[in-house]
């Protein structure tokens, strides 16, 4: 049984344009989510986190907006940029921060076209 | 500082056959988490060890084992290959358990 879902393994998007990654959880002792972009043969790069507590973390072109009644988090990236098409995984803790054995997303492949 | 290391990068091995990977954490860093990613099923946890004792475990078979050394290296172990052990497993350390994951590049092991 699936904890964290992303529904949509591929997005398209215009350069310029905002890009917005969706992620479901059905396990409501997660508190703690996190966003990763991975590069083919490349390792997971930490993006973006959010706690529980908060319903929305700013960083640069990056937000993370919560929404705890629903179990739904998404990523918005604005202005996209081609150098952000990537694979960008959602996952989540329910260790109290604890970060040492997350759950995972499938992933959503994102194609920013110039 | 060097980033997390993962040796070898690519691995080819049959069924039956058993198999070491090597993780190096970024330096000072005390806590390693092993996943696997699979096409099918995204990334998986396998295991996480803090100060040379497992914390955590995930939904693997026994054939799946690991350990920490007191450098805080860490390897993982599968024995008796099977097909569906073909995926990228990777390593990924922090500071403490509380702090954010640094992922290695992966080691690309493919069963024949």
């Known amino acids: 049984d699936q904890q964290v879902k992303q529904n949509s393994p591929s997005l398209s998007v215009q350069e310029g344009r905002i890009s917005i990654l969706n992620c479901d959880y059905t396990?409501?002792?997660?508190?703690?989510f996190l966003w990763y972009k991975k590069y083919p043969a490349e390792g997971p790069t930490f993006l973006i986190s959010i706690s529980s507590i908060k319903d929305k973390n700013e960083d640069g072109r990056f937000t993370v907006f919560l929404n705890k009644s629903a179990k739904h988090l998404s990523l918005h990236i604005v202005p996209s940029q081609p150098g952000d098409s990537a694979v960008y995984f959602c996952a989540a803790s329910g260790n109290g921060g604890s970060q040492g054995n997350l759950i995972f997303g499938k992933g959503t492949k994102l194609s920013v076209k110039p | 500082k060097a980033g997390v290391t993962q040796t070898p990068r690519y691995l080819i091995k049959t069924r039956g056959q058993q198999v070491t990977l090597s993780c190096s954490p970024i330096?000072?860093?005390?806590?390693v988490s092993w996943y696997q990613q699979t096409p099918g099923q995204g990334l998986q946890f396998l295991f996480e060890y803090f100060s040379e004792t497992q914390r955590n475990k995930g939904n693997f078979p026994g054939r799946f084992s690991g350990r920490q050394f007191s450098n805080s290296r860490s390897e993982m172990n599968v024995s008796t290959l099977e097909l569906g052990d073909s995926a990228l497993y990777l390593c990924a350390s922090t500071l403490t358990t509380q702090e954010t994951q640094y992922f290695g590049p992966g080691t690309r092991l493919l069963v024949l």
């Open positions: 330096s000072g860093h005390r806590s």
């Open positions: 396990n409501s002792m997660f508190d703690y």
